[in-house]
């Protein structure tokens, strides 16, 4: 079951739904390095199958689609 919480609240091991350039449906991501917390942002670094890690910042308050946790 899916659910959306705020992207400060995701810890590493969640599989978060995001759209990646080129591809017409979302894809699961999985949170795999500590997350960087500030004031105005949360930056996460996320692993697609086949593809190399990445990170997403978003800003406190975001909303994210989480589809499993840690």
């Given at each position: ?58 800003r406190?308050?975001?909303m ?7």
């Amino acid at each position: 079951m899916a659910i959306e919480v705020p992207v400060q609240r995701l810890e590493i091991g969640d599989v978060v739904l995001i759209d990646l350039p080129g591809l017409e449906r979302q894809v699961e991501a999985t949170v795999v390095r500590d997350i960087d917390r500030t004031d105005a942002t949360v930056l996460v670094t996320l692993r697609v199958p086949g593809r190399e890690d990445f990170a997403e910042e978003w800003r406190i308050g975001d909303m994210v689609t989480v589809v499993r946790g840690p």
